[in-house]
């Protein structure tokens, strides 16, 4: 058996700004009992320099790759993690110095299959805030309770939010006997979402589930961080989610319940909406937009959604006749409306600013 109860995964990729202090937060921990494992993903900066200073650090793993995204910078992790639990990082955020000890301490006593604990986001002045879920704390929660409440609200199958366990791999720890046991990994032909699709298939198989009242993970919000940019994906990713979904749990679920047709749908019409603001800098946003709006699954959300308005009558009408260039056309109009209510929201603070302002000097 290892001597290591948890590796810890972190995939790096130029973050020479952010990762030495990262590394030193998982270096610099109160125990001896986890595996760092730094995944160095072709970086072209001073990344893999930083990495190579804790050489031969007895419980340190340095591991350089040619450039692959995250999902394969994870992987090769979990290939190499010893642990009998593993935990993911990313590079630019850091972990309190106590963490690892006191999860340690609540696995050890409980054998949880999986265990969560709180986050802090942590904004670019500074300022910190704490987030945790509504789950009981300290507490085994059972399969039951997983299947009830913890995997809907992943699932999109119901609107209750607290429950909701936050679709981020780097809050928890995984029992590493079932990632190996059911072949668990980060899906990398994706780019997005693939956390929130790692963590539902590994609920698939848990037997329980622990949360912790305390906050470790410190998430930094970074300018130019890779999640703001556009992403070609997301239309298409959105229906693979949902099939992927069916196949791991439709004998359990009800996938056409009225709540989870109206998300999907709203997922599709949300982010067609988001695609046509950068239609000018990528044109292939209007080719495929009309290709999701092709597909029958996408068609039958449309189909039997809860219609609010003339226009939602009218969206699905024309996806029955397949005229696709009118759906969009609709949608590009509706843009065009948001923009406008922006821009009257934009001066507006604008205005209230100059008044505090005017205010201010005035007394």
Not at 59 to 67: A, P, Q, R, Y
Not at 189 to 201: A, G, P, S
Not at 204 to 226: R, T
Request: glycine residues 4%; proline residues 2%; neutral net charge.
């Amino acid at each position: 058996m290892s001597k290591y109860f948890i590796s810890v995964i972190m995939p790096i990729y130029n973050a020479e700004k952010y990762v030495k202090k990262s590394i030193d937060s998982l270096v610099n921990q109160t125990t001896n009992e986890i595996e760092i494992i730094l995944v160095d993903d072709g970086s072209t900066d001073g990344s893999g320099s930083i990495c190579d200073q804790y050489d031969g650090s007895e419980n340190v793993k340095i591991i350089h790759k040619e450039n692959g995204g995250i999902c394969t910078a994870r992987n090769a992790g979990l290939l190499q993690a010893e642990g009998q639990y593993v935990s993911f990082i990313d590079s630019d955020d850091f972990m309190d110095l106590v963490a690892y000890e006191k999860i340690i301490k609540v696995l050890k006593n409980n054998q949880a299959d999986i265990l969560d604990f709180g986050w802090r986001y942590v904004s670019e002045t500074g300022e910190k805030t704490e987030n945790f879920h509504e789950n009981p704390k300290k507490l085994l929660l059972d399969e039951s309770y997983i299947k009830k409440q913890v995997l809907p609200p992943l699932l999109n199958l119901e609107k209750n939010r607290k429950n909701f366990v936050f679709d981020f791999s780097w809050n928890k720890i995984y029992r590493k006997e079932i990632i190996d046991k059911y072949q668990i990994h980060f899906d990398e032909k994706r780019n997005t979402w693939e956390d929130r699709i790692f963590i539902v298939e590994f609920l698939k198989y848990c037997k329980n589930y622990y949360c912790m009242d305390e906050c470790f993970y410190n998430y930094v919000s970074v300018p130019n961080s890779l999640s703001r940019r556009y992403n070609a994906q997301y239309l298409e990713l959105i229906l693979a989610n949902y099939n992927l979904y069916v196949e791991l749990f439709g004998e359990d679920y009800d996938f056409s319940a009225q709540y989870a047709t109206d998300y999907w749908c709203r997922s599709i019409e949300n982010m067609i909406i988001q695609q046509l603001r950068v239609k000018d800098q990528h044109p292939e946003v209007i080719q495929n937009i009309k290709k999701i709006l092709k597909e029958l699954q996408v068609k039958t959300w449309y189909k039997n959604r809860t219609k609010k308005d003339q226009i939602d009558y009218e969206i699905s009408q024309c996806l029955k006749e397949n005229e696709y260039d009118r759906v969009v056309e609709i949608y590009e109009n509706k843009l065009e409306v948001f923009q406008k209510q922006e821009r009257k929201a934009s001066r507006n603070q604008m205005l209230r600013r100059i008044v505090r302002k005017l205010k201010i000097r005035k007394n």
